[in-house]
């Protein structure tokens, strides 16, 4: 039998931070998982090396269950990002082990292609209306079938989901930015611009919408109410859904679809929401809920209810989370969408193999396991930049969620 040699936890910045585990067996087989949470990066690697490494040391990497009850049971406190996102990194890292070993993409080892490629949503913003609107023309350009749209709420400093360089997610070195929030101006400017949207592209593209945990149950009843005739695939987080509950009087009020669950992680986080028929897609994703044994967990859960997946996938997750959603979305039969941001030339020098990227789709890769090979050298050129997600605060100075 062959066993856990080897565990490595590598913390790198190309473009922005990523934490991988490398847990490399008696055979000299060798697995990734991805263990980046964003903004709070070393706690896992902490949580990794100082927890997780001696435990599995001698254990057998093909006790891909064992292993997660092991490491679930065993840390006796539940849940949470930090711990899930750890238990992520070793299942996944297992998972491509296993696929190696078998000579067979992780994929097959779920059960095979349900469809031939996985669908992905790309971000279109602006920082006004014309830009957004020729951004989105870019996108259409580049074959992508379904466009999130997200523009800057006139007279607001700084909104979430508005790219600045290249690449969108804010993160600032020192402190948190700080941004101002007014609820009363976005409800009054976003339907707007998404009828906009709506106008010139027609209602032959998915267009999706992040409200990004900014309202409260009854104010994101109305967004939904407001924009039901522009047909959205999906309103994104439209309350913070830590209260599951609170999705019930949103559901009572509209028929545009809802999605939640990217900062959640584990099966209990969306129980009600998934049971109670509260939501439409559930954004739950490999990294932060517990790995591709938990996923798949969460997403059986949701087939029974009609919930469709619909994974997180921004640039603060690696590209070995892009294979990892991609084998699982290429086979459950419940698939909705996946978001796809894409990485940094930089990144991809890092993480080599990432799945092919056509017509708005992903296709897996066919090679053994996750098909994603870690580039040390690469890595080495980009030592951790410690950066912070900014901070919303509304007119009058109190914090909002961000
Ligand atoms: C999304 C998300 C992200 C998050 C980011 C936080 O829908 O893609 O809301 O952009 O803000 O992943 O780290
Ligand atoms: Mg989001």
């Not at 779920?110 to 602006?126: F, I, K, M, P, Q």
């Not at 957004?132 to 800057?152: K, S």
Request: charged share 25%.
């Amino acid at each position: 039998m062959a066993t856990i040699d080897r565990v490595e936890v590598l913390v790198t910045s190309p473009g922005r931070n990523f934490v991988t585990l490398r847990i490399t067996t008696s055979d000299g087989v060798t697995g990734l998982g991805d263990a980046t949470l964003n903004g709070r990066e070393l706690a896992v690697a902490a949580y990794l090396e100082e927890h997780l490494a001696p435990l599995l040391i001698g254990r057998d990497p093909a006790r891909i269950e064992d292993t997660w009850q092991y490491l679930y049971k065993g840390a006796y406190w539940r849940r949470g990002p930090v711990t899930m996102t750890a238990i992520a990194a070793v299942d996944v890292a297992l998972w491509d082990i296993k696929g190696k070993v078998a000579g067979l993409p992780v994929y097959q080892l779920l059960g095979g292609r349900s469809r031939d490629g996985v669908l992905v949503y790309c971000h279109a913003s602006g920082s006004d209306v014309e830009s957004l609107l020729d951004d989105v023309a870019a996108y259409r350009e580049m074959g992508f079938q379904a466009i999130r749209a997200q523009a800057a709420v006139p007279g607001l400093s700084g909104s979430y989901g508005v790219r600045k360089g290249a690449f969108y997610e804010p993160a600032a070195t020192d402190r948190p930015d700080e941004q101002v929030w007014s609820t009363e101006a976005y409800l009054d400017f976003a339907p707007s611009y998404l009828a906009r949207v709506r106008e010139k592209f027609g209602f032959g593209i998915h267009l999706l919408h992040d409200v990004h945990h900014r309202l409260t149950p009854i104010e994101a009843a109305r967004f939904g109410k407001s924009v039901e005739e522009l047909r959205l695939f999906w309103m994104e987080d439209p309350t913070p859904a830590e209260n599951q509950e609170a999705f019930r009087l949103i559901r009572q009020h509209t028929t545009t679809p809802i999605a939640t669950g990217e900062v959640l992680n584990s099966i209990w986080d969306v129980q009600t929401l998934i049971t109670e028929q509260l939501i439409d897609y559930v954004r739950t994703t490999v990294v932060h809920a517990g790995g591709i044994t938990h996923l798949r967990r969460i997403f059986d859960l949701a087939a029974l209810y009609h919930v469709r997946t619909g994974s997180h996938g921004a640039t603060d997750l690696s590209p070995v989370t892009t294979a990892a959603a991609v084998a699982v979305d290429i086979c459950v039969p419940n698939f909705g969408i996946q978001e796809h941001m894409g990485h940094t030339r930089e990144t991809y020098e890092v993480f080599r193999g990432t799945p092919r990227l056509e017509n708005g789709m992903l296709y897996p890769s066919d090679e053994p396991g996750l098909g994603i090979e870690y580039d040390d050298e690469a890595a080495g050129r980009f030592p951790y930049d410690p950066k912070y997600l900014p901070v919303a605060r509304r007119l009058d100075g109190s914090l909002h969620d961000w």
